[in-house]
């Protein structure tokens, strides 16, 4: 056992290591941007894929001694790939597929060790279960994760801050080669095995596995996946690995392309696995059904937020709805696991899935769609693959319990409380990540608690306990923080209702309990007319809110609230149907086909309709609200038509039914809207073009002319990419010379390029030469004078093509114009080599105001590259713009190594103009410049407690420098 258990251990954390390894060393190679990690993991999974395969051809076709040779010579062979990092010889050329150059580069580098570390956990616990027939090999699965999840978490805050990239390199090098050394120790001595014993499994593993498999199952070893199984298996692996990369390009896209953002997403998808597959007991399908409940309408509101949302709220919200996607997947995924005997078969479609979900993220995906498009499938898969797991087990079968539902219910009002109460008073001063930490942590307390009450529901005596802690903590949390953070803030009135939250939430829960056990064990007349009465009252509700909605309109709807009025109409109709139905449940309801017509069509009317719609149309987030109606409503026609029907006989599922299609058909309504929102037309702003390939999505649009308090400011085009803009031009005449966004004649930019005309005049006399890191618009050329030349660098073709056809930044100046294409640092550094330097007067470097960060442009060795570039006594301008990273200790890094001093410049909004506020930092080596009149009126002084950060190519990090 303890072999395996070391050799399996070391494979998976080598498995895992060399992933954020090899892409952050290959980043900079292709721009850094999301698409790279995309690919790499596209790369990852289909290795994975093969190496899962050939465990079990090989396991199924070949004798055991055979397979021992086969799988030593392969180890052996693999060893020649070290070291594994690549020659400068793989470098892109600017005519070459990005991703198909990934993908032949990580073949040619870590392909053969990673096909070898993929199939030591299938093969290795195959073997296992050869020399030691009598125990469980799913426990080294476990392990193998565990070895996996330590690898994740260990290379961004360990490996990658205290060693650089060729020591990371080397020790992954040296730590295979023991690999190899202890998966040796274990394949030699199965070489001594003539009579291969057949698997027996003891009591308690057959136990084991009986719970994982369905339960009218006689023969847990007689038990063969049948084709829908085999699907299902698929299907969930299919859509949990789509989320998890569509996930990873939402956070990559917005903030940068880092192994932590890598890291993070990754390492939450391996503990959904480590979590569902330890013990069926972890996964409560009820909770966390109820979690991907509330975490769809959340995602919709990122969505469709987008880069106004601060990074914290979207690292953490994007992170729980991966891990709710993931849990629900997964969770269903290790509850049809199959006996060990196909336990090959079972890993080789779980990675066969994870291959296909990685293909329609990095390939499928960029092909058919103009928009980041994918997060929203994947996510609406992920349910809809969900609820078919749900369905292949028939849950609805399964009496919902009343203690969980009660104490959902409560928490759902303990949160209202709490929204009127603490969030609302404190949501206008409270910073992102203490609103995030004070709501998030209140939010996992009760979603903890909802688990704990799932588990415990043989345990009544327990469960009380569990909820009034529940309640006290959620409660002592709020009050706790808030008085440490904002003490001031904090009044009685607040202090008060805590208090009693906490004191009368649990009270309430067990009353409930209480009640609702008296009442399923009384006569079930009593709960039918209970019912009853709730849906008639609630039809009174909404006739009497139809008619005063009405007086107050003097009977003329506007359009927007006619939907509403036709369905309190139909409340309002069907009130006296509801008064009979409810009074005479003896005469009446046999004659409309044995009372099916009230549990079929009036308790869904008046749950659903008359119990919310009326106020989920007044709400901005009615999806959300919704779900929770539809919930309550499904709970209630179950409960009530399981007492008409009496404890004899199966349960109807409403209580399954109602929310689960409520939530696909919402969820897919509202991606709906925000997709077709996104290339939506309307009277102000016409979406002219949309792209997307490797580098990105352009969207380009014309927004009219307005009227800005008097006055007028011209048509424009407005270039975006991915959620930021790069840029406008007018259409006017006159202003579509002018340089606007980031580019104002007062920006860094602007000034530099000022004085660099200036300063090349009063030298030699020569034009001005001006070099552009990030093509956009072209709205730098609009500087241009006759004579002078501007070259501009941009690694997306797309960009070029824009600049060429619906901006004409290049073509109205009078400046002589270039564009190359491919990542400056590579262009650059082979026009060094070719002894191409341009000898620019001014060199600017405006990639970091884009999606994704290219790291690689600000270290000191590309900071030498400038250098060369840049004529004596040059201007190297770097846009630090930036919503989320402070970018200012890494600028003066740079002129720390060159030895200039580096000038803060920064200018404000001005809308008649279309200049936006912008900051720049201009290195140079001359003492002068600072003294020139117009840069020092613009630029800001450093502090001496200003940190300087000094990042190579080995090292760079990005928590120096985040602004949460």
């Known amino acids: 056992m303890f072999r395996f258990a070391v050799t399996i251990f070391v494979s998976a954390f080598l498995l895992f290591q060399v992933q954020p390894l090899i892409g952050r060393f290959i980043l900079p190679w292709f721009g850094g941007g999301p698409s790279i990690w995309t690919s790499c993991m596209l790369f990852f999974q289909i290795l994975l894929l093969g190496g899962y395969l050939y465990a079990h051809l090989i396991s199924i076709n070949l004798r055991l001694r055979t397979q021992v040779m086969t799988h030593l010579s392969l180890l052996t062979a693999s060893l020649f790939f070290l070291p594994i990092s690549p020659t400068d010889s793989w470098k892109p050329a600017s005519d070459q597929s990005p991703l198909l150059q990934i993908l032949l580069l990580l073949l040619a580098t870590v392909g053969g060790p990673y096909f070898m570390l993929s199939s030591t956990g299938p093969l290795m616990q195959k073997w296992f279960s050869h020399a030691s027939p009598g125990k469980s090999p799913y426990r080294l699965y476990a392990l193998s994760n565990i070895g996996s999840l330590l690898a994740l978490l260990s290379y961004p805050f360990i490996f990658e801050p205290w060693l650089t990239l060729h020591q990371q390199v080397s020790s992954w090098s040296m730590v295979y080669v023991a690999y190899v050394a202890?998966?040796?120790?274990?394949?030699?001595?199965?070489w001594k095995i003539r009579n291969i014993p057949a698997p027996v499994f003891s009591g308690e593993d057959i136990s084991k596995a009986a719970a994982t498999v369905t339960s009218d199952t006689p023969d847990v070893q007689a038990v063969r996946p049948g084709i829908g199984t085999l699907l299902l298996w698929l299907g969930l692996a299919a859509c949990s690995s789509a989320m998890l990369l569509s996930t990873t390009n939402q956070l990559c896209i917005d903030v940068a392309t880092v192994p932590f953002l890598w890291v993070l997403p990754l390492s939450l998808y391996l503990i959904s696995f480590i979590i569902c597959f330890d013990s069926p007991q972890w996964y409560d399908r009820r909770a966390y059904g109820m979690l991907l409940m509330l975490c769809a309408p959340i995602a919709c509101w990122l969505i469709s937020e987008g880069a106004d949302v601060n990074i914290t709220k979207q690292v953490v919200l994007y992170s729980t709805i991966l891990f709710a996607c993931c849990m629900t997947c997964h969770g269903e995924l290790a509850g049809c696991k199959p006996h060990p005997k196909y336990l090959t078969l079972f890993y080789v479609l779980i990675s066969a899935g994870g291959a296909l979900g990685g293909t329609f993220v990095a390939i499928v995906a960029p092909y058919l769609f103009h928009g980041y498009w994918e997060y929203h499938i994947s996510l609406v898969a992920c349910c809809t693959m969900t609820l078919i797991a749900w369905c292949t087990q028939r849950i609805w079968l399964q009496k919902p319990s009343a203690e969980l539902w009660c104490c959902a219910a409560v928490v759902i009002g303990h949160i209202a409380v709490v929204w009127h109460y603490v969030y609302a008073p404190f949501s206008d001063f409270i910073n992102a990540t203490n609103e995030t930490t004070l709501f998030g942590v209140y939010a996992a307390i009760h979603f903890l608690g909802l688990l704990i009450t799932g588990v415990l529901t043989q345990r009544?005596?327990?469960?009380?306990?569990?909820?009034?802690?529940?309640?006290?903590?959620?409660?002592?949390?709020?009050?706790?923080?808030?008085?440490?953070?904002?003490?001031?803030?904090?009044?009685?009135?607040?202090?008060?209702?805590?208090?009693?939250?906490?004191?009368?939430?649990?009270?309430?829960?067990?009353?409930?309990?209480?009640?609702?056990?008296?009442?399923?064990?009384?006569?079930s007349?009593?709960?039918?007319?209970?019912?009853?009465?709730?849906?008639?009252?609630?039809?009174?509700?909404?006739?009497?809110?139809?008619?005063?909605?009405?007086?107050?309109?003097?009977?003329?709807?506007?359009?927007?609230?006619?939907?509403?009025?036709?369905?309190?109409?139909?409340?309002?109709?069907?009130?006296?149907?509801?008064?009979?139905g409810h009074l005479w449940p003896s005469g009446f309801q046999e004659v409309i086909s044995s009372r099916f017509f009230t549990v079929g069509l009036i308790y869904p009317l008046m749950s659903v309709v008359a119990g919310g719609l009326y106020y989920l149309n007044q709400m901005e987030d009615w999806q959300a609200i919704s779900l929770l109606f539809t919930t309550a409503?499904?709970?209630?026609?179950?409960?009530?038509?399981?007492?008409?029907?009496?404890?004899?006989?199966?349960?109807?599922?409403?209580?399954?039914?109602?929310?689960?299609?409520?939530?696909?058909?919402?969820?897919s309504n509202r991606l709906a809207e925000i997709v077709k929102s996104d290339n939506e037309s309307t009277a102000s702003i016409s979406t002219i073009h949309t792209s997307r390939n490797f580098y990105g999505v352009l969207r380009v649009r014309h927004e009219a002319a307005?009227?800005?308090?008097?006055?007028?400011?011209?048509?424009?085009?407005?270039?975006?990419?991915?959620?930021?803009?790069?840029?406008?031009?007018?259409?006017?005449?006159?202003?579509?010379?002018?340089?606007?966004?980031y580019y104002g004649r007062e920006s860094g930019i602007g000034l530099a390029i000022l004085n660099g005309r200036q300063h090349a005049q009063e030298t030699d006399q020569h034009a001005l030469r001006v070099g552009v890191v990030g093509l956009g618009t072209g709205t730098i050329a609009a500087y241009g004078e006759p004579g002078e030349y501007f070259r501009f660098y941009d690694i997306n073709p797309d960009v070029a093509k824009l600049s060429d056809t619906i901006f004409t930044y290049l073509k109205d100046t009078a400046a002589k114009t270039e564009v190359v294409i491919g990542d400056a640092r590579i262009?650059?550094?082979?026009?060094?080599?070719?002894?191409?330097?341009?000898?620019?007067?001014?060199?600017?470097?405006?990639?970091?105001?884009?999606?994704?960060?290219?790291?690689?442009?600000?270290?000191?060795?590309?900071?030498?590259?400038?250098?060369?570039?840049?004529?004596?006594g040059g201007i190297l301008a770097i846009h630090i713009s930036n919503r989320f990273l402070d970018l200012n200790p890494v600028s003066r890094g740079m002129a720390d190594h060159l030895g200039w001093q580096a000038i803060r410049i920064e200018n404000g909004n001005d809308n008649l103009t279309?200049?936006?506020s912008s900051t720049w930092i201009l290195l140079t080596s001359r003492k002068d410049l600072i003294t020139d009149p117009d840069i020092e009126e613009h630029s800001e002084p450093w502090l001496d407690e200003d940190p300087i950060l000094h990042w190579t190519d080995d090292y760079s990090g990005l928590w120096q420098i985040l602004t949460f």
């Open 706 to 741: 307005e009227d800005d308090d008097g006055d007028f400011i011209p048509a424009k085009k407005a270039l975006t990419h991915g959620q930021i803009r790069h840029g406008f031009q007018f259409d006017d005449d006159y202003w579509k010379r002018q340089p606007t966004t």
């Open 525 to 580: 007349a009593w709960r039918f007319f209970l019912a009853g009465l709730v849906h008639v009252a609630a039809s009174l509700v909404c006739g009497f809110l139809f008619y005063q909605e009405w007086n107050a309109t003097n009977g003329m709807p506007d359009v927007q609230h006619q939907r509403m009025y036709l369905f309190l109409m139909a409340v309002a109709a069907l009130f006296p149907l509801a008064v009979a």
């Open 633 to 667: 409503a499904g709970l209630m026609m179950e409960w009530s038509s399981s007492g008409f029907r009496g404890p004899q006989h199966a349960s109807l599922g409403f209580w399954f039914w109602v929310p689960s299609i409520t939530l696909l058909l919402l969820l």
């Open 827 to 872: 262009v650059m550094e082979r026009e060094i080599a070719a002894g191409q330097n341009q000898q620019f007067d001014v060199l600017a470097i405006d990639a970091f105001s884009s999606d994704a960060i290219p790291v690689h442009l600000l270290t000191n060795e590309c900071g030498d590259i400038y250098r060369q570039h840049l004529r004596p």
């Open 914 to 916: 279309g200049v936006f």
């Open 182 to 190: 202890l998966a040796a120790w274990c394949a030699i001595p199965l």
């Open 460 to 523: 009544p005596r327990l469960q009380m306990i569990a909820w009034i802690v529940l309640f006290v903590v959620s409660s002592a949390w709020l009050l706790g923080f808030s008085r440490w953070k904002f003490p001031a803030r904090i009044d009685t009135q607040i202090q008060t209702v805590l208090v009693l939250a906490a004191i009368l939430s649990p009270i309430t829960t067990i009353s409930l309990s209480w009640l609702c056990r008296k009442l399923s064990s009384s006569a």
